[in-house]
């Protein structure tokens, strides 16, 4: 069973404008983590933000902000004031605790395009 | 910040050869290494996971006598794709984990065509 949901699998903005890309996520582990990475056509993965599942505050880095839903098992990634380098594959991730080897699970991704 | 130094980033090698991709953490101690593939447009499929001094452990449908990974030493992990065929071509990335920081650093990334 996939345990991150990307609904979205191409997303626009227009420059300046705030976009959200969202993020579902399965677990029975009460102790989790989940984290958004950025991979532009370069290969790299970019950290963006991070949440843990006790974390009482969304979290916020800069531009970004994480809008973690616990009971809705969501925790979608809002871009404010979009640039053109923001386009980029967006991943979110999980992950869970021992059992899992606390390896990263990704989600199939969403491709933003900023456009002018 | 933590750096991980993944080579090559790129190879191009003939059906039937091996490739070795290393991945090295530059400043800090990788306890646990972590192997992704990706294919075009496709999200990062975790291969196996390998802690120094243990054996991988490898995810369901990856065949460890093809990929074998090595994690000697707490800075240096190798994946050595065996007998590759065209079907192996894809973006192979490792993740390293410290048991200090609890993050994760991704190295570059190596982009194999098998031809």
């Known amino acids: 069973a996939q345990k991150i949901t990307q609904t979205q699998p191409g997303m626009f903005v227009q420059e300046k404008e705030a976009v959200t890309l969202d993020c579902t996520y399965d677990?029975?582990?009460?102790?989790?983590?989940l984290f958004w990475y950025k991979q532009p056509s370069s290969g790299e993965m970019i950290f963006l933000i991070y949440?843990?599942?006790?974390?009482?505050q969304n979290a916020t880095e800069g531009r970004y902000s994480l809008n973690f839903q616990k009971a809705r098992k969501s925790a979608n990634l809002v871009i404010s004031a979009s640039q053109l380098g923001d386009s980029a594959m967006y991943f979110c991730?999980?992950?869970?605790?021992?059992?899992?080897?606390?390896?990263?699970?990704f989600g199939k991704g969403t491709s933003l395009l900023v456009t002018p | 910040g933590a750096v991980v130094s993944q080579h090559p980033s790129w190879v191009i090698c003939k059906s039937g050869t091996s490739v070795k991709i290393e991945c090295r953490s530059l400043d800090f101690q990788a306890t646990t290494m972590f192997w992704y593939r990706q294919f075009p447009k496709q999200s990062l499929m975790l291969m196996a996971t390998s802690n120094e001094g243990s054996k991988a452990t490898y995810e369901q449908g990856v065949e460890k006598d093809k990929f074998l990974i090595n994690h000697a030493s707490l800075t240096l992990s190798t994946l050595t794709v065996t007998s590759a065929h065209p079907e192996d071509s894809s973006f192979y990335i490792c993740?390293?984990?410290?048991?200090?920081?609890?993050?994760?650093?991704f190295g570059s990334g190596t982009r194999l065509t098998v031809v």
């Open positions: 993740s390293a984990r410290d048991r200090e920081h609890l993050g994760y650093t």
């Open positions: 677990t029975s582990d009460p102790s989790y983590g």
């Open positions: 949440q843990g599942s006790y974390d009482q």
């Open positions: 991730a999980m992950r869970e605790g021992p059992n899992s080897g606390y390896a990263l699970n």
